[in-house]
C-alpha cells in the first residue's frame, strides 16, 4: 500500500473547482482510493471493477472479506444495472430520499445483497459523475471507529495508506445514513440514520394506481376520477393516468367530463400526460384498458408484466371481452357505457386490495 503522504485536494464545498475533482476521479480509475465528502459523513471510493482496488480498500479499513461493501452511484441507471428486477417500493423511496442520507440494500439476480447510496452533496456529485462508475464508498474509518465528519478526521485514521482526500470542510450531517435492507418479504432496517423508520413506514404502506389508455382524455381519466372519488378519505391510494399516445396538456373530452358529473366525479381540470419510465416504475399496479395497451406494455416494459393488469379483470362482471372500448368519437351513451364498466372494475379492484 502506498507509504506517501496523503494529497489533500481543497475545494469549495458550495462550487468545487472541476479541474481539481477531475484529478480525484482520475486517481480512482487508475486503482487509487480518495476519500470524499458526502452530506452524512466522509466515505472512501475505489471502483468496482479493480480487484486490487477493492483488496486494497479492506486492508486500509481492516474489513473482513465476508462484510461487504455498499456503492455510491451517481444515477438510478447505475443501480439498475447491478439490480435487475426492482419494486415499485424501491423507486418510490428513490424518488423520496435520493441523493441523500439513505441506502438501500437490494438483491442482486445472484443472490447477493448489495447496498447502494447516491450523496446529496455537491462535490460527490460531481466526483461520482467524473468517475463515470458505481464505487465502492464505505465509510472513511478503521471498521468500528466513528466515521469521520472533516477530512483532518480522515487523515488521521489514514494520512499515507490512501492516494488522496477532497477536502470540502465539515459533513452537513455528521452522522451515518440510514440502512434498509429490501426483499421479496418486504423491508427490514439494519441501521437508524438520518431517515427515520417512521418515514420509511409511510412509504411502505402507500399504493400506487396508474391507469393507462391511448390518449389519457377518456377512458384513463375517468378511471383516475372515479377510483379517486370511491376511495376518498383513504389517504394510503396514489392515483394517476397516462396514455400510450396521450398529447400532454389535452384536456379530459367534452363527453368525459359530462358523464363524469353524472357520478358526482369533477375531472374539468384533468390534462392528459404521455406514459413515462418514472410511472411505470412507482407503479403497484398498472391497469390497461384493452390488449393493445397490455402488448404495448409488455414490449417496453416486460421486468413489470407482473404489475400490469386489464382493468376489467377485476369487474364482477366477467361477461364478453376484457377489453374496454374507446369511446371517442362515439355518442354519450356509449361514454355511459363505458363509465358504468370502469366503475364496476374499479369497485372490484377496490374489494381486492382490502
Known amino acids: 500500500m502506498t507509504n506517501k503522504s496523503t494529497k489533500i485536494i481543497k475545494v469549495d464545498a458550495q462550487n468545487p473547482d472541476n479541474s481539481k475533482i477531475k484529478q480525484a476521479a482520475e486517481i480512482v480509475k487508475s486503482g487509487g482510493v480518495v476519500a470524499f465528502p458526502t452530506e452524512t459523513v466522509y466515505g472512501l471510493a475505489a471502483l468496482t471493477t479493480d480487484p486490487i482496488a477493492l483488496e486494497k480498500l479492506r486492508y486500509i479499513k481492516q474489513r473482513q472479506e465476508e462484510k461487504k461493501f455498499s456503492l455510491c452511484v451517481h444515477s438510478v441507471e447505475q443501480v439498475e444495472g447491478f439490480i435487475e428486477n426492482i419494486s415499485p417500493f424501491v423507486y418510490k423511496l428513490i424518488e423520496a430520499f435520493w441523493p441523500g442520507p439513505l441506502t438501500l440494500v437490494l438483491k442482486s439476480e445472484q443472490g447477493e445483497m448489495i447496498g447502494f447510496r447516491m450523496p446529496d452533496h455537491p462535490v460527490a456529485q460531481m466526483f461520482l459523475k467524473e468517475v463515470n462508475a458505481a464505487v465502492f464508498a464505505p465509510s472513511a474509518n478503521f471498521s468500528g471507529d466513528n466515521p469521520p465528519s472533516t477530512a483532518d478526521q480522515v487523515l488521521a485514521y489514514f494520512d499515507g495508506k490512501i492516494e488522496a482526500v477532497i477536502d470540502a470542510g465539515p459533513t452537513e450531517l455528521g452522522i451515518a445514513s440510514t440502512v434498509v435492507q429490501i426483499d421479496d418479504s418486504?423491508?427490514?432496517?439494519?441501521?437508524?440514520?438520518?431517515?427515520?423508520?417512521?418515514?420509511?413506514?409511510?412509504?411502505?404502506?402507500?399504493?400506487?394506481?396508474?391507469?393507462?389508455?391511448?390518449?389519457?382524455?377518456?377512458?384513463?381519466?375517468?378511471?383516475?376520477?372515479?377510483?379517486k372519488n370511491i376511495v376518498k378519505g383513504n389517504d394510503w391510494f396514489d392515483i394517476s393516468s397516462a396514455?400510450?399516445?396521450?398529447?400532454?396538456?389535452?384536456?379530459?373530452?367534452?363527453?368525459?367530463?359530462?358523464?363524469?358529473?353524472?357520478?358526482?366525479?369533477?375531472?374539468?381540470?384533468?390534462r392528459a400526460r404521455r406514459l413515462t419510465n418514472q410511472m411505470v416504475k412507482v407503479a403497484d399496479y398498472i391497469l390497461v384498458m384493452e390488449n393493445a395497451h397490455r402488448?404495448?406494455?409488455?414490449?417496453r416494459y416486460w421486468r413489470v408484466k407482473k404489475r400490469i393488469f386489464l382493468l376489467k379483470e377485476f369487474s364482477k362482471d366477467k361477461s364478453g371481452k376484457l377489453a374496454i372500448q374507446d369511446p371517442i368519437g362515439r355518442n354519450i351513451n356509449f361514454y355511459e357505457d363505458v363509465a358504468k364498466i370502469i366503475k364496476q372494475s374499479i369497485e372490484g379492484l377496490v374489494d381486492r386490495l382490502k
Open 295 to 299: 402488448e404495448f406494455m409488455f414490449d
Open 243 to 270: 396514455g400510450v399516445a396521450a398529447f400532454g396538456g389535452m384536456p379530459a373530452s367534452h363527453d368525459a367530463i359530462a358523464v363524469m358529473k353524472k357520478y358526482g366525479v369533477d375531472i374539468t381540470g384533468h
Open 186 to 227: 418486504g423491508y427490514k432496517i439494519l441501521r437508524l440514520g438520518a431517515i427515520s423508520e417512521q418515514m420509511i413506514a409511510q412509504i411502505y404502506k402507500r399504493i400506487n394506481i396508474l391507469f393507462v389508455c391511448t390518449g389519457n382524455s377518456c377512458r384513463s381519466a375517468m378511471a383516475e376520477g372515479l377510483m
